[in-house]
C-alpha cells in the first residue's frame, strides 16, 4: 500500500503566487521523519527540510513554509511568492524509525511549473 | 569535491556491454544507496549499504551488480542490460546512527542518465 500520497501531479502557476504542495502518510510508527526533496530540470534531489513526528511546530525558510498535521497525517509545503526557478518536481518522503534500513518511502512527485 | 559526485553522467550502451557506474561521497556518511528513477514512476529503492554491508536488495535482477569497496565508494556494474533498464541513476548517502534512530536525510548525487540500446 501506498504511503505516501501526492495528489497533485503537476501544478502551474504565474511567478509571484502562492503555491501550496500536498503531502499525506500513512504510517503506523508512532516515531517517523517526513521529509521534502527538490528535483530541479538537472536531475539532483535536493533536501529541503526533514521533520521528526514529535515536532508538529510549523518551520518557515525564507519564502518556504512547511505545515505539519499529525491530525490530518498531512505535510504540506507551501512556496510564497513563487519564482522561475521554483520549477522542479518536488518529492515528500517518510521514513519510519523501526525500519532498521532507514529506508525513504517516497511519494509520486509534483511538477511545479511557474510561468513568468 | 563536495557532496556526492556520481560518473559518468550520461551513459548509453548496448544490451551486450558491461559498464559500471560510480559514487563517491565526502560528506563522511556510513550508508549509501542506489535508486532508479524512471519517467513517471516513484523513485525506486534498489541497493541499501550501511557500514559497508548490504542490508537491502529490493527484487533487483541480477544483471545489476552493486559493490561497496569502502563507506565512500558505491558501485554498480551493469551487465546485459535491457532497454527498459533506461533510466536515471542516482546514488545517495546518510549518516546512520546504529541501532537507533537515524537523521536520516539523505543527499543525492547528480544521477547518471542510462540509455540502453
Known amino acids: 500500500a501506498q504511503k505516501v500520497t501526492q495528489a497533485q501531479t503537476e501544478i502551474s502557476v504565474v511567478e509571484k503566487e502562492d503555491v501550496t504542495l500536498d503531502c499525506v502518510y500513512e504510517?503506523?510508527?508512532?516515531?517517523?521523519?517526513l521529509f521534502w526533496y527538490k528535483q530541479p530540470p538537472s536531475g539532483e534531489l535536493v533536501f529541503l527540510i526533514r521533520?521528526?513526528?514529535?515536532d508538529e511546530q510549523n518551520e518557515i525558510s525564507g519564502r518556504y513554509s512547511w505545515n505539519f498535521q499529525k491530525s490530518t497525517s498531512s505535510f504540506n509545503f507551501t512556496i510564497t511568492a513563487s519564482q522561475v526557478v521554483d520549477s522542479a518536481v518536488y518529492f515528500c518522503?517518510?521514513?519510519?524509525?523501526?525500519?532498521?534500513?532507514?529506508?525513504?518511502?517516497w511519494g509520486a512527485g509534483t511538477k511545479l511549473i511557474i510561468k513568468p | 569535491e563536495t557532496g556526492v559526485t556520481q560518473t559518468p553522467r550520461h551513459l548509453v550502451m548496448g544490451m551486450t556491454n558491461k559498464k559500471s557506474l560510480k559514487c563517491e561521497q565526502h560528506?563522511?556518511?556510513?550508508?549509501m544507496y542506489w535508486y532508479k528513477q524512471s519517467a513517471k514512476k516513484p523513485l525506486e529503492l534498489m541497493f541499501v549499504?550501511?557500514?559497508?554491508?548490504?542490508?537491502e536488495n529490493n527484487s533487483v535482477p541480477s544483471r545489476f551488480s552493486p559493490e561497496c569497496p569502502n563507506s565512500s565508494h558505491l558501485f554498480l556494474h551493469l551487465h546485459t542490460l535491457q532497454p527498459e533498464d533506461s533510466a536515471l541513476y542516482l546514488c545517495?548517502?546518510?549518516?546512520?546512527?546504529?541501532?537507533?534512530?537515524?537523521?536520516?536525510?539523505?543527499?543525492f548525487g547528480p544521477g547518471t542518465r542510462l540509455t540502453v540500446l
Open positions: 560528506l563522511g556518511h556510513n550508508a
Open positions: 518522503a517518510l521514513s519510519e524509525a523501526e525500519d532498521s534500513n532507514y529506508q525513504l518511502i
Open positions: 549499504y550501511n557500514f559497508k554491508e548490504q542490508t
Open positions: 521533520r521528526n513526528s514529535f
Open positions: 504510517t503506523r510508527d508512532t516515531t517517523y521523519y
Open positions: 545517495a548517502s546518510s549518516r546512520q546512527l546504529a541501532g537507533g534512530s537515524s537523521y536520516n536525510e539523505q543527499f
